[in-house]
């Protein structure tokens, strides 16, 4: 009878050591962490010039279900709603008063071309929001590149 209780009280503590150790196979991210860095940050291009931009995400950890999308800020104050600034084989007919982006066939997305309007203006902030979706909730993230546009 005594060594029956010993083998069972052996054989929990095996079973909580063995279950703690099975517990952690997974990979958490802290997502407070995620960073959007656009480079480059700052810069001038020439009316109807072009300038590529590289979004870097860093503290996501795997990039299976995240995402980056694109926007120019200042279409939304100019009442436009953006979507016919965005482009990926043929130039919108606009009217994109704050440029387009092009979207370069990359996974994610990660890089993008910036397009000039034709007159001279800014600063447009093109913004890179990456967001993920845990557990029904969606957490974003962004980064900003700040382009002038000169004569």
Not at 3 to 13: D, G
Not at 80 to 99: H, V
Not at 124 to 150: L, Q, Y
């Amino acid at each position: 009878m005594y060594s029956y209780r010993i083998f069972c009280i052996v054989s929990l503590v095996v079973l909580f050591v063995v279950i703690a150790g099975c517990g952690g196979g997974g990979h958490s991210v802290n997502y407070n962490n995620v960073t959007v860095t656009l480079s480059p940050a700052v810069v001038t291009v020439p009316a109807n010039g072009q300038v590529t931009l590289q979004a870097t995400v860093n503290g996501s950890g795997s990039t299976t279900g995240n995402t980056l999308t694109w926007s120019i800020a200042e279409q939304q104050t100019n009442g436009a709603s953006g979507s016919q600034c965005f482009w990926s084989d043929t130039p919108p007919a606009g009217p994109c008063p704050d440029g387009t982006i092009q979207l370069v066939a990359v996974p994610n997305f990660q890089t993008v071309t910036y397009h000039a309007p034709n007159t001279s203006g800014g600063p447009f902030h093109v913004i890179a929001e990456w967001f993920t979706i845990v557990a029904g909730v969606t957490i974003t993230k962004d980064g900003t590149s700040a382009i002038t546009v000169s004569p």
